[in-house]
């Protein structure tokens, strides 16, 4: 059954007859370029709740983390930033294809239609935001006054909610495209070769930010991950928190059952650890140092605490989201977990975190707190 056609005085543009031409508007384009889009958004949206839940975790979850494997977050989320960035070409080859049904007349057939099409309204906005907000987010700029991660989070389960919806609703379709015509459209071939080549320059020209191999050619990428005092790069410098100057008579307070104080003297003088980590961002950019300190359990089991305890570490810097975070059980008592006082065979940078930063295997970097005086055992 062939289509209304809008009134005479709307049949321009868009609206006209035969407006759009190419044949790749087809169910079978949006059909591949949807199986590409879906597993990006997938191990996006996988790979971000786990770096939410790493941030963030219930009460429930807390006892079950586990620090090990110590690299399983800068795998994870270079994974989501990288899934992110090759998802931003692949919507724009998807919405090209279909953008024609934006002109559909008569705009709603029927209520289950306009509930259909209000849906894709809904996905399309929720996921282009998701996107772009995660993208900015990659270079640093924070344009905007809601709260990043938590904006983030729920957007991330509208959208998601939104494409299973239109999953359920195109299915029938998306089955009946599924394999390839025979014989194949050479348009088709032409645009999808161009759509994955597109999808592989912008991976290639970001991913270097995590990926040593990609440095080279890390051209696009905000980070280059060697860049930096002491060859690692910072995000929030001494001089921003307010710390380029540490006191004179800093001394690390330890606080549980037995509390005590410890100067950066009696500090060295305890059983010095190295550990080779990575500090791993959730911005994308991940880089591995050489770190040399304290071991947080030892620090702990010296106040009198359990190796099950979690601990409340504070920073001198006088205010920012990360001046005090928290440390599961499973990181304070890893041995890898250090109360790090050098990098890379020096004494810390205070852009690093001089007088003390922690480093803990298997974190994302924002909970690698820096400019450390305290350290608190929560009962
Ligand atoms: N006190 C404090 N610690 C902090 C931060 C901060 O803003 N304040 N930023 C964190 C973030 S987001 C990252 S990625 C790492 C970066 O460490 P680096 O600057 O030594 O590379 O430090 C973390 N520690
Ligand atoms: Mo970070």
Redesign the pocket.
């Known amino acids: 059954m062939p289509l209304p056609t809008p009134p005479e005085a709307l049949r321009r543009g868009p609206l006209r007859e035969g407006a759009f031409r190419s044949r790749l508007h087809d169910p079978r384009t949006a059909v591949v370029i949807g199986r590409w889009l879906g597993a990006a958004l997938l191990v996006c949206f996988l790979t971000g709740l786990y770096s939410h839940v790493l941030q963030d975790p219930p009460a429930w979850l807390r006892d079950h983390l586990s620090a090990r494997p110590a690299g399983l977050y800068r795998f994870t989320q270079g994974a989501h930033v990288i899934s992110g960035i090759a998802a931003i070409p692949l919507l724009g080859a998807k919405l090209w294809t279909v953008y024609p049904r934006l002109f559909e007349w008569p705009p709603a057939r029927g209520v289950r239609h306009a509930l259909e099409r209000l849906g894709i309204l809904l996905l399309v906005a929720a996921m282009a935001l998701e996107l772009f907000t995660g993208l900015l987010n990659t270079l640093q700029w924070y344009v905007w006054p809601f709260p990043f991660r938590q904006t983030h989070f729920w957007l991330a389960w509208i959208a998601v909610g939104g494409l299973l919806l239109h999953l359920a609703v195109k299915a029938p379709e998306i089955v009946a495209h599924w394999r390839r015509p025979r014989p194949e459209l050479s348009q088709r071939r032409g645009f999808l070769t161009a759509v994955t080549a597109s999808v592989l320059a912008v991976t290639a020209v970001t991913a270097g930010q995590t990926v040593p191999w990609l440095r080279r050619i890390d051209l696009l990428a905000p980070r280059r991950p060697d860049i ?1 005092p002491q060859g ?5 410098t001494a001089a921003a ?1 307010g ?1 380029a100057q540490p006191p004179v008579n800093w001394r690390l307070k330890v606080v549980g059952p037995a509390s005590y104080e410890l100067t950066m003297d009696e500090l060295r003088a305890m059983d010095q650890h190295e550990a080779v980590l990575p ?5 994308g950019w991940s ?1 591995s140092a050489q770190w040399a300190g304290v071991r947080i359990r030892d620090l702990v089991a010296r106040a009198g605490a359990p190796p099950t305890a979690r601990l409340r570490i504070t ?1 001198m ?1 006088v205010d ?4 005090e975070t928290e440390m599961e059980a499973a990181y304070a008592a890893d041995p890898l977990t250090l109360l790090a006082l050098r990098v890379n065979g020096e004494v810390l940078d205070t ?3 001089y007088p003390a ?1 922690v480093i803990a295997p298997g974190r ?8 450390v005086d305290r350290i608190e055992v929560i009962v």
């Not at 920012?320 to 001046?323: I, K």
Request: charged share 20%.
């Open positions: 930096g690692l790069p910072v995000n929030r928190a710390t500090i791993s961002c959730v911005e880089a920073s810097e920012g989201p990360y001046r852009d690093h975190g930063r994302p970097g924002v909970l690698q707190t820096k400019w």
